[in-house]
């Protein structure tokens, strides 16, 4: 299956400053890719939906100008936590969106994820 | 989108098949059924997905109702490998985002 990766794997950063976390598709290129965000014992949450070349797509509740996300390339999306506190702290995960014959039919491939703690 | 209903937890013996349910009542007729899991701190691996038809692949079977409101994550011989928390997760078929449920734990004891 396709490979996506994440950069850094984890990090850990002091309140107040931003984060940028990389996602990338290593052997395909992706027009569409997600961000997610997991709390512990918690399922992934939607954050955005992410397309090359135009402005994200944030889920309701999420506050785009704390979390930036770009998409400058068909392989690298970007999402900067910015002015990061400690109730940011949470499991980041990407996906990027593999299209085929039929939209309903497209499979997402997801990076291993990126922790952040926020001291 | 439409909902599942899944159960929290399952456990099963290592080499012996484990079946995860998966209900779905609300079904549209354009959703597809599709299978993620994730082990301890990593990403969603893709499993599965089907629309009408029982499926096969490598890692697991797809067994869907006749009516399509439920389905069954089959995997024929569990391993410890396996344990992680399978999410099954209805698309639409214009839709490419994906909604997680809260899924079902699934352990594995040898």
């Known amino acids: 299956g396709a490979v996506v990766s994440q950069h850094p794997s984890w990090v850990i950063c002091k309140s107040g400053t931003s984060v940028k976390i990389e996602c990338r598709s290593l052997?395909?290129?992706?027009?569409?890719m997600f961000w997610y965000r997991q709390f512990p014992k918690q399922s992934l949450m939607l954050m955005a939906t992410s397309n090359e070349g135009s402005k994200a797509t944030y889920e309701q509740g999420v506050e785009k100008d704390k979390f930036l996300i770009n998409h400058a390339s068909l392989t690298l999306s970007t999402l900067t936590v910015t002015s990061a506190h400690p109730e940011d702290s949470s499991f980041y995960i990407c996906s990027a969106l593999v299209a085929t014959a039929g939209r309903a039919r497209d499979e997402q491939f997801f990076g291993p994820g990126t922790r952040l703690t926020v001291l | 989108d439409a909902k599942t209903t899944q159960p929290n937890s399952m456990e099963s013996n290592e080499e012996e098949p484990v079946h995860l349910p998966c209900n779905h009542s609300?079904?549209?007729?354009?959703?597809?059924i599709h299978w993620y899991r994730q082990l301890p701190s990593q990403g969603p691996e893709y499993v599965i997905h089907?629309?009408?038809s029982n499926v096969n692949n490598r890692m697991a079977s797809l067994a869907i109702a006749e009516d399509r409101k439920s389905s069954t994550l089959i995997l024929h011989r569990a391993t410890l490998r396996d344990a992680a928390v399978y999410y099954c997760i209805l698309r639409g078929g214009t839709a490419s985002k994906l909604t997680f449920g809260t899924g079902t734990r699934l352990q594995v004891t040898l």
């Open positions: 089907g629309l009408t």
């Open positions: 609300t079904i549209s007729g354009t959703d597809y």
């Open positions: 052997d395909f290129q992706a027009t569409t």
